[in-house]
């Protein structure tokens, strides 16, 4: 896994590339190939991930923990297009950060804090 921070810029030039959006977007996650899901980059768009921290009110550690956690488990395979996938990815999500020391990123954000 090859986890890369990027600008504005580069992330906005990435999504339009690949997902067809003119943004940048938070985090995008790239599957090297099929047979090797854990295999891939996760880029982070900087920027964008310190405004989305300042907006929801946590905490740039855990807001970066999350997306990278996010990333990583699109790498292997989950998705949230569809409900149910959404769901078991965010539940997934909230455990794996738990086991971090990290309280779950779908609270409230006035309670979203770190433990450590």
């Known amino acids: 896994i090859v986890i890369r921070v990027v600008d504005i810029a ?15 977007t938070n985090v995008l996650t790239f599957v090297y190939d099929d047979t090797d899901p854990l295999s891939g980059d996760i880029v982070l768009c900087a920027p964008v991930i310190v405004q989305e921290a300042l907006q929801q009110h946590k905490l740039l550690m855990a807001h970066y923990a999350h997306l990278t956690v996010h990333g990583i488990l699109h790498l292997q395979g989950y998705d949230h297009i569809e409900e149910h996938d959404a769901l078991c990815m965010e539940s997934k ?24």
């Open 10 to 24: 580069e992330g906005r030039e990435l999504n339009h590339r690949y997902r067809g959006k003119d943004y940048a």
């Open 93 to 116: 999500e909230i455990e794996i950060l738990a086991n971090l020391g990290f309280l779950d990123p779908y609270t409230m954000p006035d309670e979203v804090t770190t433990s450590s």
